[in-house]
């Protein structure tokens, strides 16, 4: 079973740049027909998707996050990252890694990593 493992800093102060770290587990991320997503949920609201790495290393974005958002991989380690810059409060959520099947359905979670901006 696919298993991915979030990790980073839990407080990020405003105007800094929030950096995750998306390690997985019993599946390769350059295994063919995948995507890797981050999604996030800030307190008390919805799942919100960020962006996507897919197998043969395209990315793609939400057009809302686009321009503060990076997203890249090393393929020899495994793992997937986030870079999301110059964040405010309104960047307080729990930070998700997901494996994406080819119709973008989110099949396998990590277990969300809670990031508080916070001065």
């Known amino acids: 079973q696919v298993q991915l493992q979030e990790s980073g800093p839990g407080l990020v102060k405003p105007s800094q740049t929030l950096s995750l770290t998306c390690t997985v587990s019993n599946g390769s991320i350059s295994a063919i027909y995948y995507g890797w997503s981050w999604v996030r949920q800030p307190p008390g609201k919805g799942l919100e998707w960020m962006g996507v790495i897919n197998y043969d290393g395209t990315i793609g974005y939400s057009l809302s996050l686009k321009s503060r958002t990076v997203i890249s991989r090393d393929t020899s380690k495994n793992q997937f990252y986030l870079q999301l810059s110059t964040v405010t409060p309104e960047d307080t959520a729990v930070y998700y890694c997901?494996?994406?099947?080819?119709?973008?359905?989110?099949?396998?979670w990590g277990k969300g990593t809670l990031v508080t901006v916070s001065s």
């Open positions: 997901t494996r994406d099947l080819i119709a973008g359905t989110h099949d396998y």
